[in-house]
């Protein structure tokens, strides 16, 4: 892989390979490592995690940067890989948390607080921060449309306390605007913005409940539009894949499915697709629309992606050992700094 050791002639590669270069970063939580998993060789490589603690559950990815927060010390890790590799830990208000991140641009990252209500902007390349408050419990984190949009689940003592909601405020300029935008779901806990431009929010229910659903919102509404049920017991993070699918990791039913074109649930619970027969704690996308899927096995022995073919077919391509108890994955590329 040209780009991991950022070799010479890496551009000719890229003419010939969409993947040359991209790598899909998994976040293994027991102990804290990252596995690199090659998206030309399906070769995985650790690196190190700046000593990293606190159980990661959460990742982003933007183009050569690797965000990865650790809750229990309150901290984020940067790793950007267009500069050999070169790191950050950014430390965060005493007692904050840091739950999902979002990578707005080349310098700065938002990162939910969930203990103490508030999202904290980070500048990487120095390690400034500053704090906004937002609603209770924020979990999840999503930047568009020059807005800054916070997923709250609302929980109190770890259970939904009711309905969550999104904080939202305007980035840039001399004016802000803010507001909140409930939600129907209880303990909203991911998001992610789709090629249309919608946000989509998964709420994990109540344990037990089995009711699981998604949120698709429209940031230019600033409201909820559609709600679909079905997704079960405590539904993990969603994909949006260019095929129009927006694709859902469960630890019980594996890989659900939404056809984002006609809003409906198209795989559910009893009908996910189980890569190796198991369920599925998160997933990722290459640049050539395969999917990694994150198997965390017990927890005692190394984890196993399976990369599998673009939906409906979802044919397993390779699986790759990685470290144990994977929970979050991303994809970047390792290419020389300019």
Same mark, same amino acid.
């Given at each position: 892989?040209?780009?991991?050791?950022?070799?010479?002639?890496?551009?000719?590669?890229?003419?010939?390979?969409?993947?040359?270069?991209?790598? =899909? @970063?998994?976040?293994?939580?027991?102990? !804290? *490592? #990252?596995?690199?998993?090659?998206?030309?060789?399906? $070769?995985?490589? /650790? +690196?190190?995690?700046?000593?990293?603690?606190?159980?990661?559950?959460?990742?982003?990815?933007?183009?050569?940067?690797?965000?990865?927060?650790?809750?229990?010390?309150?901290?984020?890790?940067?790793?950007?890989?267009?500069?050999?590799?070169?790191?950050?830990?950014?430390?965060?208000?005493?007692?904050?948390?840091?739950?999902?991140?979002?990578?707005?641009?080349?310098?700065?990252?938002? =990162? @939910?607080?969930?203990?103490?209500?508030? !999202? *904290? #902007?980070?500048?990487?390349?120095?390690?400034?921060? $500053?704090?906004? /408050? +937002?609603?209770?419990?924020?979990?999840?984190?999503?930047?568009?449309?020059?807005?800054?949009?916070?997923?709250?689940?609302?929980?109190?003592?770890?259970?939904?306390?009711?309905?969550?909601?999104?904080?939202?405020?305007?980035?840039?300029?001399?004016?802000?605007?803010?507001?909140?935008?409930?939600?129907?779901?209880?303990?909203?806990?991911?998001?992610?913005?789709?090629?249309?431009?919608?946000?989509?929010?998964?709420?994990?229910?109540?344990?037990?409940?089995?009711?699981?659903?998604?949120?698709?919102?429209?940031? /230019?509404?600033?409201?909820?539009?559609?709600?679909?049920?079905?997704?079960?017991?405590?539904?993990?993070?969603?994909?949006?894949?260019?095929?129009?699918?927006?694709?859902?990791a469960s630890e019980r039913e594996g890989i659900l499915e939404v056809n984002t074109l006609t809003r409906t649930l198209v795989r559910g619970v009893g009908a996910g697709r189980k890569p190796g027969g198991r369920g599925v704690a998160a997933l990722a996308?290459?640049?050539?629309?395969?999917?990694?899927?994150?198997?965390?096995?017990d927890c005692t022995a190394p984890g196993v992606v399976h990369v599998l073919s673009a939906p409906p077919d979802y044919a397993e391509l390779e699986t790759v050992s990685v470290g144990a108890c994977p929970s979050a994955a991303a994809a970047v590329f390792?290419?020389?700094?300019?």
């Amino acid at each position: 892989m040209c780009g991991l050791v950022l070799a010479a002639g890496c551009s000719d590669a890229l003419e010939q390979d969409t993947t040359a270069g991209q790598v =899909v @970063a998994v976040v293994n939580t027991d102990p !804290a *490592t #990252l596995s690199l998993v090659s998206a030309s060789t399906f $070769s995985a490589t /650790a +690196v190190d995690l700046l000593n990293a603690a606190g159980r990661p559950a959460t990742v982003a990815g933007r183009v050569s940067v690797l965000a990865v927060p650790l809750p229990g010390v309150d901290s984020t890790v940067f790793l950007d890989f267009g500069s050999s590799g070169a790191g950050r830990r950014v430390q965060l208000a005493v007692g904050a948390g840091a739950a999902g991140v979002a990578i707005a641009d080349d310098s700065t990252a938002w =990162v @939910a607080n969930p203990t103490n209500n508030r !999202a *904290t #902007l980070i500048n990487y390349r120095t390690g400034d921060t $500053s704090s906004i /408050a +937002v609603g209770p419990t924020p979990q999840a984190v999503v930047v568009t449309r020059s807005t800054l949009y916070v997923v709250n689940a609302n929980l109190a003592g770890g259970a939904p306390a009711g309905p969550g909601s999104i904080s939202w405020r305007t980035l840039g300029g001399k004016v802000y605007a803010f507001g909140t935008i409930m939600l129907t779901g209880a303990d909203p806990e991911f998001a992610t913005v789709g090629g249309d431009s919608l946000i989509y929010v998964v709420s994990r229910g109540t344990a037990g409940a089995a009711d699981g659903r998604l949120s698709i919102v429209d940031p /230019a509404l600033k409201q909820e539009v559609v709600v679909i049920n079905g997704l079960g017991e405590l539904p993990g993070p969603a994909m949006f894949h260019p095929s129009g699918r927006l694709l859902i990791a469960s630890e019980r039913e594996g890989i659900l499915e939404v056809n984002t074109l006609t809003r409906t649930l198209v795989r559910g619970v009893g009908a996910g697709r189980k890569p190796g027969g198991r369920g599925v704690a998160a997933l990722a996308l290459d640049q050539r629309g395969r999917i990694y899927a994150l198997d965390r096995g017990d927890c005692t022995a190394p984890g196993v992606v399976h990369v599998l073919s673009a939906p409906p077919d979802y044919a397993e391509l390779e699986t790759v050992s990685v470290g144990a108890c994977p929970s979050a994955a991303a994809a970047v590329f390792m290419q020389a700094a300019p």
